[in-house]
Nanobody, 124 residues
């Protein structure tokens, strides 16, 4: 079992920055692909960014490329999402996910473990 806890959400003005963290316990993350997803009210869960465990390849959703940066620290069992140039459309609950798979990483159903989510609200 892997337990995930997100932190760092909050209220920020458009154009600002936030840094989200996801701390894992239960197992070492070294052989888990990790990702951030987000879900706005009335919308499906959307892939934001992730890293494949097998080769550390990093992927981003089209809407966040160039603005968000995904990183992981296996020694600390954490992953982070640095968000810059935030837009009002980035407002959502952000979730951290973990999977032992290394394919189909943009699909929520691939992930076995989820955190409880952290709210990010971007005001205009």
């Amino acid at each position: 079992q892997v337990q995930l806890v997100e932190s760092g959400g909050g209220l920020v003005q458009a154009g600002g920055s936030l840094r989200l963290s996801c701390s894992a316990s239960g197992r070492a993350l070294g052989r888990y692909s990790m990702a951030w997803f987000r879900q706005a009210p009335g919308k499906e869960r959307e892939f934001v960014a992730g890293m494949r465990w097998s080769d550390s390849a990093t992927y981003y959703g089209d809407s966040v490329k160039g603005r968000f940066t995904f990183s992981r620290d296996n020694a600390k069992n954490t992953v982070t999402l640095q968000m810059s140039s935030l837009k009002t459309e980035d407002t959502a609950v952000y979730y951290c996910g973990a999977t032992a798979d290394h394919l189909r990483l943009s699909q929520p159903r691939t992930y076995s473990y989820w955190g409880q989510g952290t709210q990010v609200t971007v005001s205009s």
